[in-house]
């Protein structure tokens, strides 16, 4: 997760810009930059690995200037060199970026083709270019800035420093966050609190769209249509900079609201949009021999794990195998020579999944894990470690993790895929663009929030709810069905929709709700036939599709939720976001504490 800081500053700046950096190295990244402005010249120094490779690079060759940009970088479009660090430059500004632009392969095309020259290889650059292109013509930063921004997809925070403009800085958000700093005659950007901390402890959170003009002598903020507005200034606190809820009554509700950031980049550490490709992590055998695949994992980790069966199976035709971890062991399980056991936990340190682990090393399994903890014990113990880039998550309900180890699963399938010759270039390029979709359509999820808190409160009086789907929405399912047990402690469970007469069905009375998840496509029709056998015993129903869905079977449900149309492969990470925006509104209508929910602990450590 990258980190950003900007300083226009009454003393030199490059010093606090670095330890600014230094207080984000908890995000993780594989190089870093600053660039500072002085005399009409931008100075930029960038280094490839950890920051104090950009510490002795300054000690060399300082970076003068009492205003500055700087950046900590996870490579993703090319190899981690200075070339492809942050800050990337024009003649006229430089610029930093958190984020991921979508649409960045036809904007890079219409600029080249407009004689604009690139020296990296990452979807940030272009941005740079469009802004610095509108400078050349003769609009001002704040005009340039306003016009290119609309022309961006995809989820970004920025910071640009301007060469003829040594007191001013530009920041903006969309779906990345941004936070604007208050000092005494100076003023500052950051990716948190945390970056900020030592600098100010005023800040304001910039909202979805803002945009943001700083001097020395202060902000202007304008919204999404480029109206100004005025932001609350908080108080950050030095004790809370480390983790902050920002705007957002809970973790949880910040951490979903994460979710299209943190996506995206994890997406960039395994998706190369330059060649259209999934890259891993630099592994020493090959994966195209793997017979067997047993996925362990707990909680919502296991259901991640149930999505991946189904993905690794469809597209790499890689027989799978998935047990919850605290059962694992205990049946003396079959692993055959030459398999793959796959770990997925948030923590990297609950107890059931470690033992299994080791239990799978024991008997000579190659061990790959997903893990939002590249330094807990799973990480260190695996062969391969597929790090996702979620953040510290406070909630102990689960939620940007959760879509953070799809990501990387959808990731890990396309390449068994690939390296099994069970998909070609094509598709995989065909994959790699649907997975660039995530974010924006997460966001796009997002925005049904107030809807979903409008009609919370017919689930909220319910004392069982069930939740049914087909297919990788099974796993949503049950997903769904614990975070409504988790923090509102509704009793509730999740069915494949099927399954609904082989029991569960003499459940259904006006007093159970069913929460239905179905996009629409192959298997929409199937899962209509049962919706129709729950309202035929007085059920009822609430239908989690899109316009499609909706407009075909929508009529009579208690309520609907509408989600963007989507591909079916990126189809459980938007439905992620309604199961888990549901669970939230309940929970606060009944009151209970949604991030510390009672007899729950956010990392298992003990069987």
């Known amino acids: 997760m990258c980190g950003i800081i900007g300083i226009v500053g009454k003393d030199e700046v490059a010093d606090r810009l670095v330890d600014g950096l230094r207080r984000m190295e908890y995000r993780g990244y594989d190089s870093a930059g600053v660039c500072t402005v002085k005399d009409d010249t931008l100075i930029r120094r960038r280094a490839e690995g950890k920051l104090i490779n950009l510490v002795r690079e300054l000690e060399r060759d300082p970076a003068p200037g009492k205003i500055g940009i700087a950046h900590t970088r996870w490579a993703t479009h090319g190899a981690p060199t200075a070339a492809n660090a942050h800050p990337h430059a024009t003649g006229e500004l430089a610029l930093v970026h958190n984020g991921i632009i979508e649409n960045f392969r036809a904007l890079r095309d219409a600029l080249s083709a407009r004689g604009r020259s690139f020296e990296s290889e990452t979807d940030s650059e272009v941005v740079a270019h469009l802004v610095s292109e509108r400078i050349e013509a003769g609009d001002s930063p704040q005009d340039a800035v306003a016009a290119a921004l609309p022309e961006l997809r995809g989820a970004f925070a920025l910071a640009i420093a301007f060469r003829q403009h040594p007191d001013l800085l530009i920041g903006a958000r969309l779906g990345s966050p941004l936070v604007v700093g208050y000092g005494e005659g100076e003023m500052f950007l950051g990716s948190d609190a945390l970056a900020l901390a030592p600098l100010t402890q005023r800040i304001s959170y910039l909202e979805e769209g803002d945009w943001v003009v700083i001097t020395r002598e202060g902000a202007q903020i304008y919204d999404a249509a480029n109206q100004p507005v005025t932001r609350e200034i908080v108080t950050s606190g030095a004790s809370a ?38 890259a891993l992590p630099q592994i020493d055998y090959d994966l195209s ?29 890689l027989p799978v195998d998935i047990d919850v971890a605290s059962e694992f062991r205990y049946r003396d ?15 990297g340190e609950t107890a059931d999944t470690l033992a ?11 061990i790959a894990v997903v893990v939002n903890v590249p330094t807990s014990s799973m990480a260190r113990e695996a062969d391969l470690l597929l790090p996702t880039h979620a953040g510290p ?15 990387v699963l959808a990731a890990l399938a396309t390449h068994l895929a690939v390296v099994r010759g069970r998909m070609d270039k094509a598709e995989e390029a ?32 319910a004392r069982d709810v069930l939740y049914l789907g087909r297919g990788p929405d099974y796993p949503l399912a049950l997903e769904g069905a614990l975070k409504l047990k988790e923090i509102s ?43 129709q056998e729950v309202r035929a015993r007085g059920g009822k129903v609430v239908l989690i599709s899109d316009w499609e869905g909706i407009a075909d079977a929508g009529e009579d449900c208690m309520a609907v939720i509408e989600m963007p149309k989507v591909h079916p492969l ?19 209508i009944k009151g209970t504490d949604v991030d510390q929910p009672r007899n729950l602990a956010k990392s298992v450590t003990v069987e």
């Not at 299994?356 to 190659?366: D, E, F, V």
């Open 333 to 347: 399980p079959v692993l055959e020579p030459g398999g793959l056991a796959l770990f997925i936990s948030q923590s």
């Open 241 to 278: 900079a480390a983790i902050e809820k920002g705007n957002y009554r809970h973790f949880m509700q910040k951490e979903i609201f994460e979710q299209p950031t943190v996506v995206a980049q994890t997406l960039r550490s395994y998706v190369r949009q330059i060649d259209q490709s999934v």
């Open 430 to 461: 065909e994959v790699v663009r649907h997975l660039t979709e995530v974010p924006a359509c997460l966001n796009a999820a997002l925005g049904y929030d107030e809807e979903i808190a409008k009609m919370a409160h017919l689930i909220a009086p």
């Open 393 to 407: 998550e406070i909630g102990v309900a689960s939620t940007k993790a959760f879509t953070c180890q799809l990501a």
């Open 289 to 317: 021999t793997i017979k067997r695949v047993t996925i362990v994992a707990c909680g919502t980790s296991y259901y991640a794990g149930m999505v991946a069966k189904y993905w690794f199976e469809q597209f790499a035709r």
């Open 570 to 588: 990126i189809a459980p990470l938007v439905y992620a976001i309604p199961a888990q925006l549901l669970a939230y509104h309940v929970a606060c």
């Open 489 to 531: 402690y509704i009793h509730a469970e999740g069915y494949a929709s099927g399954e609904m007469k082989h029991g569960p069905i003499a459940l259904i009375d006006d007093d159970v709700p069913v929460i239905v998840l179905a996009p629409s496509g192959p298997l929409f029709e199937k899962t209509v036939s049962n919706m």
């Open 356 to 366: 299994a682990l080791r239990h799978c090393k024991a008997a000579g399994q190659t």
